[in-house]
C-alpha cells in the first residue's frame, strides 16, 4: 500500500542570534570563526517563556493540517525532558507521581481539535527521530485499515545554560510537522531504514564524528540495495544540516554530487535537532525544481547511536 507525505511546516525558537551573539553568550564549544567557516550563520533560540510544546503548535498550525481528520499523533522528542512538561516542584511537594506525566502530545491533541486522534510519544531516537516517526506512521497505516492520516511532529529546545554546539554543529531549537497518509501529494514514502550502535551512546563528539563516516556510508547503501537502486536512480538527496566539512568528506565517499545534495536552510537555521529533513524537503518542494518521479533520499544521523534514511519519489 502506499503512503505519503504531505503539509510540512516547521516553527523555530523565535530569537535569531548570529554565531557572534552566540560565542558571546558562552553557548559554543568552537571559536565562531570555525562554525561559519563550515556553513553556519544565524541560528534559533527560545526565549525563557517558550516551550517544545509551543514550537510544537507553531509547527502543526502552519501546516495546514485538517485537525478533526488525524487518526494518530507521533510526536517526537530528541531530549526527554521535552517529552514532559513537569511540574517538579509540586510533585517534590507532594509526591505525586501524575505531576511528572503530563505529556505534550496530549496537549496538542486536546489543543488543536483532534478528537479522535490516538497519541504515540517517540524519545530514544535522538535527532532520527523524525524518520523514526516517518516509519512508523507508515507501518500503522498498512497495519491499521481505519487510519488514513497521521501526524508525525517533533519539537525540541535546548535547556537553560545549555552550549548550542553538537558535534561540532551549530543547533537551533526548533519544531517540524508533516502529515503521513494515504492522500497521493507530496512525497511517496517508499522507505526508511534504520541503524542502531547502542554502545556508541557515551560516545565523545570527535567518536561521534569519526562513525558519521562509516554508518552513514553504511546507511545509505543498505537503503538503496533495499530499494534496488543505485545513488544514480536518486535525483536529489538531502541530508541533516551538517558541518559542510563533514559534508563534503561524505558526499565524496558516496559519489554524491553537488547538484544531487540540497539542504539550504544551514546557514540560517543550522542543526534543527530532528526537524531538519522535514524543513529542507519543504524547501524542496517550494523550489520549483523538483518534478514528479524524483527519487529523494534524505537522512539524519544521532545521540544513541543511530542513523535513519528515508527514500521518496515526488508525486
Known amino acids: 500500500m502506499d503512503t505519503y507525505i504531505n503539509h510540512m511546516a516547521s516553527a523555530l525558537g523565535s530569537r535569531q542570534q548570529s554565531l557572534d551573539d552566540a560565542g558571546s553568550l558562552g553557548q559554543l564549544m568552537s571559536p565562531a570563526e570555525a562554525l561559519r567557516d563550515s556553513g553556519f550563520?544565524?541560528?534559533?533560540?527560545?526565549?525563557?517563556?517558550?516551550?517544545?510544546?509551543?514550537?510544537?503548535?507553531?509547527?502543526?498550525?502552519?501546516?495546514?493540517?485538517?485537525?478533526?481528520?488525524?487518526?494518530?499523533?507521533?510526536?517526537?522528542?530528541?531530549?526527554?525532558?521535552?517529552?514532559?512538561?513537569?511540574?517538579m516542584p509540586l510533585f517534590e511537594e507532594t509526591g505525586d507521581v501524575k505531576h511528572v506525566m503530563r505529556f505534550p502530545a496530549s496537549d496538542l491533541q486536546s489543543t488543536c481539535g483532534m478528537r479522535d486522534a490516538i497519541v504515540i510519544g517517540l524519545n530514544q531516537q535522538a535527532c532520527t527521530g523524525m524518520l523514526g516517526a516517518l516509519r512508523l506512521a507508515r507501518c500503522m497505516l498498512i497495519a491499521e485499515s481505519t487510519f488514513d492520516n497521521i501526524l508525525c511532529i517533533t519539537a525540541d529546545?535546548?535547556?537553560?545554560?545549555?552550549?548550542?554546539?553538537?558535534?561540532?554543529?551549530?543547533?537551533?531549537?526548533?519544531?517540524?510537522?508533516?502529515?503521513?497518509?494515504?492522500?497521493?501529494?507530496?512525497?511517496?514514502?517508499?522507505?526508511?531504514?534504520?541503524?542502531?550502535?547502542?554502545?556508541?551512546?557515551?560516545?565523545?563528539?570527535?567518536?561521534?564524528?569519526?562513525?558519521?563516516?562509516?554508518?552513514?556510508?553504511?546507511?545509505?547503501?543498505?537503503?538503496?540495495?533495499?530499494?534496488?537502486?543505485?545513488?544514480?536512480d536518486v535525483r536529489w538527496v538531502v541530508p541533516q544540516n551538517t558541518n559542510k566539512k563533514a559534508w563534503q568528506i561524505l558526499s565524496k565517499l558516496l559519489g554524491i554530487t553537488e547538484e544531487q545534495a540540497f539542504f539550504p536552510s544551514i546557514d540560517s537555521a543550522g542543526h534543527v535537532i530532528s526537524a531538519d529533513n522535514i524543513i529542507n524537503l519543504s524547501a524542496l518542494q517550494s523550489s520549483g525544481k523538483l518534478q514528479s518521479g524524483d527519487k529523494v533520499l534524505t537522512f539524519m544521523a544521532g545521540f544513541g547511536s543511530n542513523w535513519q534514511c528515508a527514500l521518496l519519489e515526488a508525486v
Open 41 to 87: 550563520f544565524t541560528h534559533h533560540v527560545c526565549p525563557d517563556d517558550e516551550t517544545a510544546l509551543d514550537l510544537a503548535l507553531a509547527a502543526f498550525n502552519a501546516s495546514g493540517i485538517d485537525a478533526p481528520s488525524v487518526d494518530a499523533i507521533i510526536y517526537s522528542t530528541c531530549l526527554p525532558q521535552n517529552g514532559s512538561e513537569s511540574d
Open 157 to 232: 529546545r535546548f535547556p537553560r545554560g545549555a552550549k548550542y554546539e553538537q558535534a561540532y554543529n551549530l543547533i537551533s531549537d526548533g519544531a517540524a510537522a508533516c502529515l503521513v497518509s494515504r492522500e497521493q501529494q507530496g512525497y511517496r514514502l517508499l522507505d526508511v531504514h534504520h541503524i542502531t550502535n547502542g554502545a556508541m551512546v557515551t560516545a565523545s563528539d570527535d567518536e561521534t564524528v569519526g562513525s558519521y563516516f562509516n554508518y552513514s556510508g553504511r546507511l545509505v547503501d543498505e537503503t538503496l540495495q533495499r530499494n534496488d537502486l543505485s545513488l544514480a
